[in-house]
Structures are given as C-alpha cells and as structure tokens.
C-alpha cells in the first residue's frame, strides 16, 4: 500500500491543522492506520490510531481532547484535525498503516507515507 500524507504548514499557538493520508494498493488488507510524529534528536511518537473497519480510535495522551483521528472509507483516507497546537507539537507527522489487530496493538507498522511537517509558532 502507498501513502500520502498532506496539509502540514506553520500555524500559530492556538490554531489548527487538519492533515490528510491517502492510502492506494492493497487498501482492502488494511486493518487499521495510525499518525506518528518525530523531531530531530526524538524517537518516532506515537499520537493517534484509528480501526480502519470499527473506526476505534486511540490517543496519546499528549493530544488527547486536542486532535481527532478520522476516516473515510470511501476515500481510502484518514485525518488528523489538530486543534489548540501548541510549540511543543511542532514535529514531522507520518502516517502509517497496518495490517494486523497483533500489530496494530503493538503499534508496529507495515508502511509509511513520507510526512508533512507541521510548525507551531509561539
């Protein structure tokens, strides 16, 4: 599967962001999609997942009240709305797909998009 993240940009503290992953290939296999994000020096972080057939969705506590997971099964894509951004969310936000419930519960990926980057101002 192939994935394309979009809507990265620089926003102001308080702003928000809605960022787009579009999914093509072997969509129908997908059993759920998730958003990570890293910064230079940090390991990758995980801040939201979504069931791609129950639409469960999941939430570090980071985000957690502030960012919404969401898809569209007809689109083959997922969201991510970022509300009340703060400095500290400024990072490379990936996209991420799974394949198994095993997997997607240990939060270990089959594939990647290649990232928006996502800048909060102060």
């Known amino acids: 599967v192939q994935l394309q993240a979009s809507g990265g940009g620089l926003v102001q503290a308080g702003g928000s962001l809605r960022l787009s992953c579009a999914a093509s290939?072997?969509?129908?296999?997908?059993?759920?999609m998730g958003w990570f994000r890293q910064t230079p020096g940090k390991g990758r972080e995980f801040v939201a997942a979504?069931?791609?057939?129950?639409?469960?969705?999941y939430y570090a506590d980071s985000v957690e009240g502030r960012y919404t997971i969401s898809r569209d099964s007809a689109k083959n894509t997922v969201y991510l709305e970022m509300n009340s951004l703060k400095p500290e969310d400024t990072a490379g936000y990936y996209c991420?797909?799974?394949?198994?419930?095993?997997?997607?519960?240990?939060?270990?990926?089959?594939?990647w998009g290649q990232g928006t980057q996502v800048t909060v101002s102060s």
């Open positions: 290939g072997h969509t129908f296999s997908i059993y759920g």
């Open positions: 991420a797909a799974v394949y198994s419930d095993y997997r997607f519960r240990r939060r270990e990926y089959d594939y």
């Open positions: 979504i069931h791609w057939s129950g639409g469960m969705t």
